[in-house]
């Protein structure tokens, strides 16, 4: 258990009558269990605070947890110290009075002069040397050690046993530093000068617990542990002195000052942001705004919306690689639930996916070459292919559907049959060499991107650097040297030359020294200075601007490669808010996953914003991230609110069209999925 401070840290008890269906506050790594919140976060804050030490090896200025970690990792190297050792190291151990780093010095000087029983070494064997164990210390003979040996095989196994001497035998160097030994002792002590072995580890190597007669008088025993007679003695003050000191300094304090202080004190305690689930309500709080309800007006079952989000994402992003033309999410989700089996986008999307199995030349190309299939995918001929995917893959749920789909009636699956066949050809084509080259490539431009981004910021600076010297070296000189000389004047016009300069997307060129020059020659200098001062103004501002446009085309060109799409992040219940830029929505998640809806309005997006807690880590973070995409959010947002407010128009029309005229089923808006037409498929080869 780590130390506070360098002394034991006793943990708290659970407390009593806690029910199972009680919520309460728990420490992850102590698994202490807190009803009162307050309390709980005092813990917390504590466990936070740099003051522990790792009682193994020392290291101080630790957290609770860093300490513990600490601690896992010494006593794992300690109980891979050698086994035959620890006896002997122990003996010296107990009751010794020398300090930790000497004590370990003596330690090894005594384990290198003096075998033991069990130490593996070297021995002198018919003039060669071969492995050897001790397995007994013989009594001196004329003086020298004699130690009984085993001679062990290249299997470590006992080949012949011989009595060497001291001379005969090759000591090697000791199996674990100095830093193990330390620990080692730490880790086998509970009292320090003199150090005291743990009772079991003396019981199990047979060393006396009896203190020597010289440290007797030092020390005494408190519950059958070594304790210091000065330690004893405060242990011992009496109770009644405690509470006598404890009352009269909390008399000499106002209920007032104790009051300001107890709240003070649990503002400084409280460190933002925590988890969002901690966070409580309070005095200094912002108004904040009730979270709207998100929309949920799918065509499709709850339960299948992840699904569809994923396939349409993915054809999204590689409709130039499907040679799919783009089709909003809209009508996808009510292309899946129509009951017509021959519908074109549906087709197209799955011709796409298939088209990509057959290019790979995988299982799916030999697959349909066995049956002598065409590559052309046709709106007659694409269940063929489906029905030979389907059965390729064997998944038993969609296998029962191979029947139904080849009498034709493939539009009246279930919603979430459909959306599994297209899972599972996505999940297909995601493993082929053309989208895996294709992603290498994209990862390359992104860094590529990235890489230019972080040059032109470092260009930028630095210009902006020069162009504000300049300045200043300039004002310094109008002003203290007015009479400029010709050898000045050239110099000054060489260094502002450089002013020029040429950015990309949007040439910037900017020449002050002919207009430098002839106002120096006509001596107004102060003229020149505010003229200058204006031109370095302007040009900054247009580097700026052009650095805003350069800013925003690379952040276009950096989406158009992205790889997979991210959610924003997570509210304090752990729903999850995801955007996606081809749609403008922008989607919540549930913790569960199994619940979906949207936000699409400016002011619903608003109203989330301000609903968000920043004292809550989550949250935070999602706020954040909101605030940096805010106006790209907006601008779809507001884009698609147009596109809605004239398909309800449209509809409208249609509506009050007379029923002597009306209007065809694919001229309706509602159907406008209807008419799909790939208009990148000409560029596929068949």
């Given at each position: 258990?780590?130390?506070?401070?360098?002394?034991?840290?006793?943990?708290?008890?659970?407390?009593?009558?806690?029910?199972?269906?009680?919520?309460v506050?728990?420490?992850?790594?102590?698994?202490?269990?807190?009803r009162?919140?307050?309390e709980?976060?005092?813990r917390?804050?504590?466990y936070?605070?740099?003051?522990?030490?790792?009682?193994?090896?020392?290291?101080t200025?630790?957290?609770?947890?860093?300490?513990?970690?600490?601690?896992q990792q010494?006593?794992?190297?300690?109980?891979?110290?050698?086994?035959?050792?620890?006896g002997?190291?122990l003996?010296?151990?107990?009751?010794?009075?020398?300090?930790?780093?000497?004590?370990?010095?003596?330690?090894?000087e005594?384990?290198?002069?003096?075998?033991?029983?069990?130490?593996?070494?070297?021995?002198?064997?018919?003039?060669?040397?071969h492995?050897?164990?001790?397995?007994?210390?013989?009594?001196?003979?004329?003086?020298?050690?004699?130690?009984?040996?085993?001679?062990?095989?290249?299997?470590?196994?006992?080949?012949?046993?011989?009595i060497?001497?001291?001379?005969?035998?090759?000591?090697?160097?000791?199996?674990?530093?100095?830093?193990?030994?330390?620990?080692?002792?730490?880790e086998?002590?509970?009292?320090?000068?003199?150090?005291?072995?743990?009772?079991?580890?003396?019981?199990?190597y047979?060393?006396?617990?009896?203190?020597?007669?010289?440290?007797?008088?030092?020390?005494?025993?408190l519950?059958?542990?070594?304790?210091?007679?000065?330690?004893?003695?405060?242990n011992?003050?009496?109770?009644?002195?405690?509470?006598?000191?404890?009352?009269?300094?909390?008399?000499?304090?106002?209920?007032?000052?104790?009051?300001?202080?107890?709240?003070?004190?649990k503002?400084?305690?409280?460190k933002?942001?925590?988890?969002?689930l901690?966070?409580?309500?309070?005095?200094?709080?912002?108004?904040?705004?009730?979270?709207?309800?998100?929309?949920?007006?799918?065509?499709?079952p709850?339960d299948c919306?992840?699904d569809?989000?994923?396939?349409?994402?993915?054809?999204?992003?590689?409709?130039?690689?499907?040679?799919?033309?783009?089709?909003s999410?809209?009508?996808?989700?009510?292309?899946?639930?129509?009951?017509?089996?021959?519908?074109?986008?549906?087709?197209?999307i799955?011709?796409?996916?298939?088209?990509?199995?057959?290019?790979?030349?995988?299982?799916?190309y030999?697959?349909?070459?066995?049956?002598?299939?065409?590559?052309?995918i046709?709106?007659?001929?694409?269940?063929?292919y489906?029905?030979?995917?389907l059965?390729?893959?064997?998944?038993?749920?969609?296998?029962?559907?191979?029947?139904?789909?080849?009498?034709?009636?493939?539009?009246?699956?279930?919603?979430?049959?459909k959306l599994?066949?297209?899972?599972?050809?996505?999940?297909?084509?995601?493993?082929?060499?053309?989208?895996?080259?294709?992603?290498?490539?994209?990862?390359?431009?992104?860094r590529?991107?990235?890489?230019?981004?972080?040059?032109?910021?470092?260009?930028?600076?630095?210009?902006?650097?020069?162009a504000?010297?300049r300045?200043?070296?300039?004002?310094?000189a109008?002003?203290?040297?007015?009479?400029?000389?010709?050898?000045?004047?050239?110099?000054n016009?060489?260094?502002?030359?450089?002013?020029g300069?040429?950015?990309?997307?949007g040439?910037?060129?900017?020449d002050?020294?002919?207009?430098?020059?002839?106002?120096?020659?006509?001596?107004?200098?102060k003229?020149?200075?505010?003229e200058?001062?204006?031109?370095?103004?302007?040009?900054?501002?247009?580097?700026e601007?052009?650095?805003?446009?350069?800013?925003?085309?690379l952040q276009?060109?950096?989406?158009?490669?992205?790889?997979?799409?991210?959610p924003?992040?997570?509210?304090?219940?752990?729903?999850?808010?995801?955007?996606?830029?081809?749609?403008?929505?922008?989607f919540?998640?549930?913790?569960?996953?199994?619940?979906?809806?949207?936000y699409?309005?400016?002011?619903?997006?608003?109203a989330?914003?301000?609903?968000?807690?920043?004292?809550?880590?989550?949250?935070?973070a999602?706020?954040?991230q909101?605030?940096?995409s805010?106006?790209?959010?907006?601008?779809?947002?507001?884009?698609?609110t147009?596109?809605t407010?004239?398909?309800?128009?449209?509809?409208?029309?249609?509506?009050?069209?007379?029923s002597?005229?009306?209007?065809?089923?694919?001229?309706?808006?509602?159907?406008?999925?209807?008419?799909?037409?790939?208009?990148?498929?000409?560029?596929?080869?068949?």
């Amino acid at each position: 258990m780590p130390l506070l401070k360098r002394t034991p840290f006793k943990l708290l008890e659970p407390p009593n009558g806690v029910e199972p269906q009680e919520l309460v506050f728990q420490v992850r790594f102590t698994k202490e269990i807190f009803r009162d919140y307050q309390e709980y976060l005092k813990r917390i804050n504590l466990y936070r605070q740099r003051v522990w030490t790792c009682k193994v090896t020392a290291k101080t200025n630790l957290t609770f947890e860093e300490a513990l970690v600490s601690e896992q990792q010494a006593t794992e190297k300690v109980q891979q110290f050698p086994e035959e050792l620890i006896g002997p190291v122990l003996r010296i151990v107990q009751y010794s009075m020398l300090p930790l780093r000497e004590l370990v010095n003596s330690i090894r000087e005594t384990l290198l002069d003096q075998l033991v029983e069990g130490v593996e070494l070297s021995g002198r064997k018919d003039g060669c040397v071969h492995p050897c164990k001790i397995i007994k210390v013989l009594d001196e003979q004329q003086g020298k050690p004699r130690y009984e040996v085993a001679w062990l095989d290249e299997d470590h196994k006992i080949d012949g046993t011989a009595i060497l001497g001291a001379e005969d035998l090759i000591k090697k160097k000791l199996p674990f530093t100095g830093s193990v030994l330390k620990s080692f002792i730490r880790e086998s002590t509970y009292h320090n000068v003199p150090w005291v072995i743990h009772s079991n580890l003396a019981f199990k190597y047979g060393i006396s617990t009896d203190p020597p007669e010289g440290l007797k008088s030092k020390i005494s025993f408190l519950n059958g542990c070594v304790v210091s007679n000065t330690k004893r003695k405060k242990n011992e003050e009496p109770e009644k002195e405690k509470h006598r000191k404890r009352s009269r300094v909390a008399g000499e304090k106002s209920e007032d000052v104790a009051d300001k202080e107890c709240n003070e004190m649990k503002k400084e305690l409280i460190k933002y942001p925590i988890d969002d689930l901690l966070v409580q309500p309070s005095a200094d709080d912002p108004v904040f705004t009730d979270r709207p309800s998100p929309s949920r007006d799918f065509s499709v079952p709850m339960d299948c919306v992840g699904d569809l989000l994923m396939v349409w994402d993915f054809c999204s992003s590689f409709g130039r690689l499907l040679h799919l033309s783009p089709f909003s999410l809209e009508h996808f989700d009510k292309a899946i639930c129509h009951k017509d089996s021959n519908l074109t986008l549906i087709m197209e999307i799955h011709a796409a996916l298939l088209l990509v199995l057959i290019k790979d030349e995988g299982d799916y190309y030999a697959a349909i070459q066995k049956k002598k299939r065409k590559s052309k995918i046709t709106l007659i001929t694409w269940i063929e292919y489906l029905c030979d995917f389907l059965e390729m893959i064997n998944v038993p749920e969609l296998s029962e559907c191979i029947a139904t789909i080849k009498r034709g009636h493939y539009g009246l699956l279930d919603a979430h049959i459909k959306l599994s066949i297209l899972c599972e050809l996505v999940n297909q084509v995601l493993a082929t060499n053309l989208i895996k080259v294709k992603l290498e490539e994209y990862i390359n431009q992104q860094r590529a991107l990235a890489a230019s981004k972080r040059g032109e910021a470092l260009e930028d600076g630095r210009k902006k650097r020069e162009a504000k010297e300049r300045l200043k070296a300039e004002s310094e000189a109008n002003g203290v040297l007015p009479n400029c000389t010709s050898d000045s004047v050239g110099n000054n016009s060489h260094e502002t030359t450089k002013v020029g300069h040429n950015l990309d997307n949007g040439n910037v060129a900017v020449d002050i020294s002919s207009q430098q020059n002839h106002s120096l020659e006509n001596g107004d200098s102060k003229q020149e200075g505010s003229e200058l001062r204006k031109m370095t103004k302007k040009l900054m501002e247009e580097m700026e601007k052009n650095k805003e446009e350069r800013k925003e085309y690379l952040q276009r060109e950096f989406e158009k490669r992205i790889i997979r799409t991210n959610p924003l992040g997570k509210d304090r219940d752990y729903n999850r808010y995801w955007f996606f830029r081809r749609d403008g929505r922008v989607f919540v998640e549930s913790s569960d996953f199994k619940q979906w809806g949207y936000y699409s309005s400016k002011g619903e997006l608003d109203a989330l914003m301000g609903s968000l807690n920043p004292k809550g880590e989550r949250e935070r973070a999602l706020k954040r991230q909101l605030e940096k995409s805010y106006e790209r959010i907006c601008s779809e947002l507001q884009k698609r609110t147009k596109d809605t407010d004239r398909k309800i128009a449209m509809e409208d029309t249609v509506v009050r069209r007379s029923s002597r005229v009306r209007a065809p089923p694919r001229d309706n808006p509602a159907l406008a999925f209807v008419k799909y037409s790939n208009k990148w498929k000409d560029d596929q080869s068949p």
